[in-house]
């Protein structure tokens, strides 16, 4: 049976001044799939990431995500639509722990169901108890629990990725954007990241978007990618396609071997 899509990029173009960021981009992404997009620096992957999360407005095109239209949606909607990012420069508040920045993460998701539940004091008592309980399930799989008291900014650079990670895994999403998950790891963690997208991916059944450099993650990790070079798609397909496809080692991967 073919696959439904998820997430459907239909025609996006997005520019800053002169500057032509993504020219008309499409890319379908099917429900439970893992799909990575790479290209140079300045390619336009953040910047697609940025569309589908409401950040930039394209000025042509559409994102749907489950068949409906997320484009110029505000941030909590986005999160209803049941989409979580990662950013490629870590955005969590630093000054507080572990569990706190986790437990944004859930009330995120709450929205305005969360501020309404406050009225009825035992319904927001209960979905506080059901919030907590849920972070501390993505605190056990994501293997923090030692740290899960700590203040973010005390704690190593591998380690404050995967607490972003775990923020965007508390807000129950469907789809999941990781800008460069394993971006400034060295080996083990990036290893150990890896383990933790496959393990998300088979175990929480999430749609994956993945930004990223390290070109052994993507392909052992991707079952589809898309190759983005000067704002414009110049590929797209299966890992070992891709892989001997002469314009992308052009554009993109012969950059490795100078
Ligand atoms: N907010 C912005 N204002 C102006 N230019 C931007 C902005 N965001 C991205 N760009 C430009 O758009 C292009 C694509 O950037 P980006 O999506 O960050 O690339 P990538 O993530 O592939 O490295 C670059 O030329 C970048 O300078
Ligand atoms: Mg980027």
Redesign the pocket.
């Known amino acids: 049976m073919e696959k439904a899509t998820h997430v459907k990029i239909k025609d996006i173009s997005v520019s ?2 002169g ?1 032509v ?1 993504l020219s008309a981009v499409s890319f379908n992404v099917h429900k439970g799939e893992l799909a990575a997009i790479i ?1 140079p ?7 697609l990431f940025n569309c589908i999360f409401g950040i930039y407005p394209p000025q042509s095109g559409d994102i749907l995500v489950e068949g409906k239209s997320v484009k110029n949606l505000k941030p909590h909607k986005i999160a209803e639509a049941g989409i979580a990012r990662t950013f ?1 420069n870590i955005e969590l508040f630093m000054n507080m722990t572990v569990i706190e920045n986790l437990m944004l993460g859930r009330h995120m998701h709450i929205g305005a169901g969360f501020m309404s539940g406050a009225l009825f004091y035992g319904r927001a008592c209960r979905e506080e108890i059901s919030n907590r309980e849920k972070v501390e399930e993505i605190i056990e799989f994501l293997e923090i629990e030692k740290v899960r008291k700590m203040r973010v900014s005390s704690l190593p650079y591998g380690i404050q990725k995967r607490i972003e990670l775990g923020r965007a895994l508390a807000m129950g999403p469907r789809v999941l954007l990781l800008d460069e998950p394993t971006a400034g790891m060295n080996v083990e963690e990036t290893e150990d990241m890896a383990r933790f997208i496959i393990d998300i991916k088979e175990e929480m059944d999430l749609t994956i978007m993945m ?1 990223e450099h390290d070109m052994g993650v993507v392909m052992d990790l991707a079952e589809k990618i898309m190759v ?1 070079d000067f ?1 414009l798609k110049i590929a797209e397909g299966p890992p070992e396609e891709i892989a001997k496809n002469p314009k992308v080692i052009r554009a993109y991967l012969g950059e490795e071997e100078a």
Do not use: D, E, H, R
Not at 41 to 47: D, Q, V
């Open positions: 800053f001044g500057i960021a290209g620096n300045g390619a336009g992957k953040t910047t490629q930004v983005l704002g």
